[in-house]
C-alpha cells in the first residue's frame, strides 16, 4: 500500500505541470497568507509585501502603548511570531521596571505600576549618603530618566553599587574581591554583568545592569551620548580641523593602529529598502569616525546566511585606494542588494568566524602591531541567530586572541552591538559585547533610521563636552 501511495504521488508530481488548467494547490503550495484575523485592539498594521511569503506584520500602536505580539511573519501559508497566543493581539500601557527596589531610603509614591510620564522621587534614611537622581520620570521607551538613585555609607572599599529599577542584588559587602550578583524580575531581560567586583581602584568590574521589557528601547540621544563616550577613550583626541569645510572635520593622519569592523545584517527581514537604509548607516558611521583626529583601518561585512566582505582588513591595509574614504563609499554603491546571495537567515557565529579569520591573518603578519593595535567591532543586527550556532564561543575567540588572557590587555578590544527592531534575541547579548564600568556596548533601537539619527546626535554630543 505504501509503495503504491508514493507511486500516485510520483506521477502526479510529473504531470501536473502538464495539465492545462490543473488547480494551483495540486503543483504547488499558496503560499499567501490570510487576511482575516489579523487586527490589534487599540492600534494597527504595516505589511512589508502584501499578504505574500516572506511579508513582516508589524503592529503599531499610540505613543505610550505597546504591541503584545510586536510582529509576525508570512511563512508557508501562515502567519508566525515568537509569542504563541490564542488571544486577539491588543495595544498595552507601557510601564517602567518598579524602583521599589530602592534601599536604605523612600521612594515617593509607592505604587504596584509606574505608567509614562510617572515621576518618583527618592530620599535617603538618615547616615546614607545619596547618589544618582533624586527625581525620575517614566520615559515612553519603557525607562527610567536619570541614574539609579543610591543610598550609601561609602564605609567600604567600593562605593554602594545600587540597586537598578527591575532588578535584586545578592551581596551587601563592599571590599576588594566581594562580589554582587544581578537578576531581573520576570520577565524583564538583564542587559549588562550579572556579577560584578570590587577591584584595588575601589571601582566595580564590568557595568551597571539595566533590565530590559521586550518594549524597552534607547532613544536615538540615549544611546548617541553613551556611544560617543565609549568611543571617546578609544580614539585619538588631538584637533586638527581641516578649513572651509562646514563643521570641524578632523584631519585623519596615516599609520593610525586601530582596527574597526563593521558588520551589518542584510537577513530575510531586510527588504531592499533597508537594504540600502543599512549602507548609508555604515557611510554615516564611517563618515562620523572621520571627525576625531584618527586614521582607522576598516573591513566592512554583510551577512545574512553568508558573509561578503566589501572591503577586507588585509586590503584595505595594503590597497592604497581602498584607504580612500571616497573608495569605501563607491564600494557601497556598487554593492547591490541581489550580492548578498541568500538572505533567509541570520548567521552571527559566522561573521563573527569572519572577523576571527581577519584577526588571526593581521597577527601572523605582524604580532607585535597587532598587539598595540585597538579593535573595534560593530555589528547593526536586526534578528536572532537562527543559524550557524551560538556566536559567543567565537567571540570568546577574539577575546582569546587580542587579550591572550592578560586583563591590562581587554582595554584593546571593544565588542559594540546595536539591536535593530523587535526581534534581537536580548538574553544572548552579554556574551556578545564587551562590560566595562561607566561604559555601554549595547544598543537597542527601533529601527535603523533611528539608527541613523544617533549618528547625528553624535558630533553634536561630541563638540558639546570639548566645549
Not at 527618592?122 to 527610567?144: L, Q
Not at 562605593?159 to 544581578?182: A, E, H, L, W
Not at 559585547?433 to 561607566?438: A, E
Not at 529601527?447 to 554630543?461: G, N, R, S
Request: glycine share 6%; aromatic share 10%; charged share 25%.
Amino acid at each position: 500500500m505504501e509503495c503504491k501511495q508514493q507511486l500516485k504521488w510520483l506521477i502526479l508530481a510529473m504531470i501536473c505541470p502538464l495539465i492545462a488548467g490543473a488547480p494551483s494547490c495540486m503543483c504547488k503550495r499558496d503560499s499567501s497568507c490570510p487576511k482575516e484575523n489579523l487586527n490589534i485592539t487599540g492600534g494597527n498594521f504595516v505589511l512589508s509585501k502584501g499578504y505574500s511569503e516572506g511579508s513582516l506584520l508589524k503592529y503599531i500602536c499610540p505613543d505610550g502603548y505597546y504591541p503584545s505580539v510586536q510582529s509576525r511573519l508570512c511563512q508557508d501559508g501562515r502567519w508566525t511570531s515568537k509569542i504563541k497566543t490564542r488571544k486577539t493581539p491588543e495595544c498595552k500601557k507601557i510601564t517602567c521596571p518598579s524602583p521599589r527596589v530602592f534601599e536604605n531610603g523612600e521612594v515617593i509614591p509607592y505604587k504596584d505600576k509606574y505608567y509614562v510620564n510617572d515621576t518618583t522621587t527618592y530620599s535617603c534614611h538618615s547616615d546614607y549618603t545619596f547618589r544618582g537622581s533624586a527625581e525620575r520620570v517614566c520615559k515612553p521607551n519603557g525607562k527610567w530618566s536619570g541614574s539609579t538613585p543610591i543610598c550609601g555609607r561609602d564605609s567600604d572599599h567600593c562605593p554602594d553599587p545600587g540597586v537598578p529599577p527591575g532588578s535584586s542584588r545578592t551581596g551587601n559587602m563592599f571590599n576588594i574581591d566581594d562580589k554582587v550578583t544581578y537578576r531581573c524580575q520576570s520577565p524583564l531581560t538583564l542587559i549588562g554583568s550579572k556579577v560584578r567586583v570590587c577591584l584595588d581602584g575601589g571601582q566595580w568590574s564590568g557595568t551597571e545592569p539595566q533590565c530590559y521589557a521586550d518594549y524597552t528601547y534607547d532613544t536615538p540621544e540615549e544611546a548617541s551620548e553613551a556611544f560617543s563616550s565609549s568611543l571617546k577613550s578609544n580614539l585619538a583626541v588631538t584637533q586638527q580641523f581641516k578649513e572651509g569645510q562646514q563643521g570641524k572635520k578632523k584631519t585623519m593622519c596615516q599609520g593610525g593602529k586601530l582596527d574597526i569592523y563593521i558588520a551589518v545584517d542584510a537577513s530575510e527581514r531586510i527588504d531592499k529598502k533597508d537594504f540600502e537604509n543599512a549602507k548609508s548607516t555604515i557611510k554615516m558611521l564611517i563618515d562620523k569616525i572621520s571627525y576625531y583626529s584618527v586614521s582607522p583601518n576598516y573591513e566592512i561585512l554583510i551577512f545574512a546566511t553568508d558573509v561578503t566582505r566589501i572591503i577586507s582588513m588585509r586590503d584595505f591595509k595594503t590597497n592604497e585606494d581602498a584607504r580612500n574614504l571616497m573608495n569605501i563609499f563607491k564600494e557601497h554603491d556598487d554593492f547591490n542588494y541581489e550580492r548578498v546571495g541568500e538572505i533567509t537567515g541570520t548567521n552571527i557565529a559566522k561573521v563573527y568566524s569572519a572577523i576571527l579569520e581577519s584577526m588571526k591573518l593581521e597577527e601572523l603578519i605582524n604580532a607585535i602591531a597587532f598587539r598595540e593595535t585597538q579593535h573595534i567591532v560593530i555589528m547593526f543586527t536586526d534578528g536572532q541567530a537562527n543559524m550557524g550556532g551560538n556566536p559567543r564561543p567565537k567571540v570568546e575567540q577574539i577575546k582569546h586572541l587580542v587579550t591572550k588572557n592578560h586583563p591590562d590587555r581587554e582595554k584593546n578590544l571593544d565588542l559594540y552591538l546595536f539591536g535593530v527592531g523587535d526581534d534581537v534575541n536580548q538574553e544572548d547579548i552579554n556574551g556578545l559585547v564587551s562590560q566595562r564600568d561607566q561604559e555601554k556596548y549595547f544598543f537597542k533601537l527601533k529601527d535603523l533610521t533611528e539608527v541613523q539619527k544617533m549618528l547625528d546626535y553624535m558630533i553634536e554630543y561630541k563638540y558639546a563636552q570639548e566645549r
